[in-house]
């Protein structure tokens, strides 16, 4: 059975960078056809695909025209997870942020959800 | 950029009746790669149907997807208590690569 066991703080003040990791139990990060994702969820934008990484016989990103200049999507291989790093916060980075597995062009396992205020 | 657009926003039905939801994208999606999530409060959403019509493992039987285009419909037969929630649909391609819908709450009546 797979497992994504994210972590990470919740309180980050503005012009702060966000960390989260997303450990991976059951798969690999090396497993064909599929890709590992962030997406986040607030009131106010509803649930929004933030980018993914995935193995191909390298390693590709794709990251949403929204966040682009912000963000990095990265594997550790040695650990087994993949991590999210989000530049520059402002209040409107406030949601709810999922690490997430996409296969079948969907996404069929979700960790639990960090909650990530941006608040001084 | 492909906008889905869901409705209802809500849906008001007793158990045991046929629920049908609509997903309409403002363009032909690529593939017909449209799955479907059910979300519970304080939950992950659950992927249901990905596909346009191909139910995810475990699922019941009693969830269904249609649809192709830009017309999409997920169909519960029998409602039962724990099948209300919220539903969203979403899509792969596109400049955004993945979207999703704003969401279709199915309360009881």
């Known amino acids: 059975q797979v497992q994504l066991q994210q972590s990470g703080p919740g309180l980050v003040k503005p012009s702060q960078t966000l960390s989260l990791t997303c450990p991976i139990s059951?798969?690999?990060?090396?497993?064909?056809?599929?890709?590992w994702n962030w997406i986040r969820q607030s009131p106010s934008r509803g649930l929004e695909w933030l980018g993914r990484?995935?193995?191909?016989?390298?390693?590709?990103?794709d990251y949403a025209v929204s966040v682009k200049s912000r963000i990095t999507i990265s594997p550790d291989t040695s650990k087994n997870q993949f991590s999210l790093q989000l530049t520059s916060l402002t209040p409107e980075d406030t949601a709810v942020y999922y690490c997430?597995?996409?296969?079948?062009?969907?996404?069929?396992?979700w960790g639990q959800g960090t909650v990530v205020t941006v608040s001084s | 950029e492909i906008v889905l657009t869901q409705s209802p926003g809500t849906l008001s039905l007793s158990p045991g009746e046929r629920a049908t939801l609509s997903c309409r994208a403002s363009?032909?999606?690529?593939?017909?790669?449209l799955a479907w999530y059910q979300q519970k409060p304080g939950q992950a959403p659950r992927l249901l149907i990905y596909?346009?019509?191909t139910r995810a493992p475990g699922i019941p039987d009693r969830f269904s997807g249609s649809g192709s285009g830009t017309d999409f419909a997920l169909t519960i037969s029998r409602l039962e208590p724990e099948d209300f929630a919220v539903y969203y649909c979403?899509?792969?391609?596109?400049?955004?690569?993945?979207?999703f819908g704003q969401g279709t709450k199915l309360e009881i009546k």
């Open positions: 997430v597995r996409g296969r079948w062009l969907a996404f069929d396992v």
């Open positions: 059951g798969d690999s990060v090396y497993s064909d056809n599929v890709a």
């Open positions: 990484t995935y193995y191909k016989s390298k390693w590709y990103n």
């Open positions: 363009q032909s999606v690529i593939g017909n790669y």
């Open positions: 596909g346009a019509s």
């Open positions: 979403q899509q792969y391609g596109g400049s955004l690569l993945y979207t």
